[in-house]
């Protein structure tokens, strides 16, 4: 047995052990079929190219058995909701953010913005937010948004007689598609706020 197949081998262990039990040695035959194939008409790279397709599958279906084992429609719903509440939570300091800026520098209208200003009249509170809030603002979407693609869209990569075949499913959920669309709008917002600030023209 070859390195690589060993490596896989250890790799299976992040399943679940049921999953294993059924599937495990069809995995192992399959991928030592494929890593022989990869070495004889490839060679190094052809071996570095299967690794980086099955390091990509297994991170997605370990994912998906771990947090989903054996989910009904239901229980598969119930998860999508709690990723909608989840992104939903992570859209709440950069939406209180744009919102107070756009309400006070749009409209003048201070009342959300206000209180922000005074919390930050302290240089200290000013230099810690600095640093904090891009990793919590983009963070933040750039999670929400990830999480919610995740609950709506199922992408599969499989290899048909030496060509790779990619499948991409839309599901269609409400409260999480509104939850990534937000993210967009809210992220187009942060980075069109970051260009103008940094890279306008000023003579």
């Known amino acids: 047995m070859s390195r690589s197949e060993r490596i896989y081998r250890a790799l299976l262990k992040a399943y679940p052990a049921e999953f294993r039990r059924e599937y495990g040695a069809q995995m192992e035959q399959a991928f030592g079929d494929l890593y022989r194939e990869a070495r004889e008409r490839g060679g190094k790279s052809g071996i570095a190219r299967l690794w980086m397709l099955t390091i990509l599958d297994v991170i997605r279906t370990v994912v998906a058995q771990r947090i989903r084992p054996r989910a009904d429609h239901e ?3 119930v998860y999508d909701r709690r990723l909608a509440v989840v992104g939903s939570i992570l859209l709440l300091a950069p939406l ?3 919102s107070a800026s756009l309400l006070k520098y749009g409209l003048g209208i201070g009342f959300l913005f206000d209180p922000l200003e005074t919390f930050l009249s302290t240089y200290g509170r000013r230099v810690a937010f600095n640093a904090v809030s891009p990793f919590v603002f ?3 979407l750039c999670l929400a948004l990830a999480l919610n693609t995740y609950a709506v869209t ?10 790779l075949v990619g499948t991409v499913r839309l599901k269609l ?3 999480n598609i509104a939850v990534a669309a937000v993210s967009i709008l809210l ?3 942060l980075l069109g706020y970051v260009f ?5 023209y000023r003579p």
């Open 187 to 189: 992220l187009a917002t």
């Open 96 to 98: 209180y953010f744009v």
């Open 138 to 140: 983009l963070g933040g």
């Open 154 to 163: 199922r992408l599969n990569v499989r290899r048909e007689e030496g060509t």
């Open 173 to 175: 959920s409400l409260s």
């Open 75 to 77: 229980e598969v719903a």
């Open 196 to 200: 103008l600030e940094n890279f306008t």
